[in-house]
């Protein structure tokens, strides 16, 4: 769906996670055993990581100003709990916060992408599409961090089109 370029830093682990199931078709790449293996994941690994990314596809549609009545933000702070962070210090005296465990898990990246993406301001700016039938992840980009849709020129002309439509009224 989308023709921009992925999120800069851990926010394409992210992104890239959210983006496993296209809505529009129904295809989850999850489903897959090389689309597991690019996370890391075992078959038995895939119902958690369903459900992290639908948390994560949440905070992606909060970020973009929409509340979907069915979801809520919580669920993501329920799973990012069982990723301990703690904060590593490197030679030269700066800090960066790092997972606890030691076992690197799927929860633990996307925990240490986000720590990372706050602390540089841009995990406000992965989104998802406003389409409700694309919901597709991208980073905005946009100077003003309003961007709507993951493409302009297909779910933004759709939109539009629909908006067009409605203010026209019925033909005659």
């Known amino acids: 769906m989308n023709d921009r370029p992925s999120a800069p830093g851990g926010l394409a682990l992210i ?7 296209d809505i529009e078709t129904g295809a989850d790449s999850l489903d897959t055993q090389d689309g597991r293996a690019a996370f890391g994941l075992t078959e038995r690994d895939a119902v958690a990581a369903r ?5 994560l596809r949440t905070v992606c549609l909060a970020h973009a100003g929409h509340r ?9 702070d329920r799973l990012l709990a069982d990723a301990p962070l703690r904060v590593a210090v490197d030679p030269e005296g700066g800090a960066v ?3 606890a465990a030691t076992r690197d898990t799927l929860v633990s990246r996307v925990a240490e992408a986000i720590a ?3 602390a540089e301001g841009t995990w406000l700016r992965l ?4 389409a409700e039938d694309c919901q597709w992840a991208y980073y905005d980009r946009s100077p003003a961090g309003r ?24 033909a005659v």
């Open 116 to 118: 990372a993406a706050v």
């Open 68 to 76: 979907p009545a069915d979801r809520s933000t919580a669920d993501l």
């Open 97 to 99: 916060l790092r997972p």
């Open 127 to 130: 989104k998802a599409c406003e």
């Open 51 to 55: 459900e992290l990314r639908e948390a």
């Open 15 to 21: 992104e890239a996670l959210v983006n496993t199931l």
């Open 147 to 170: 961007g709507r849709w993951c493409s302009m020129s297909v779910c933004g002309a759709r939109a539009k089109m629909r908006a067009y439509r409605a203010r026209r009224g019925p």
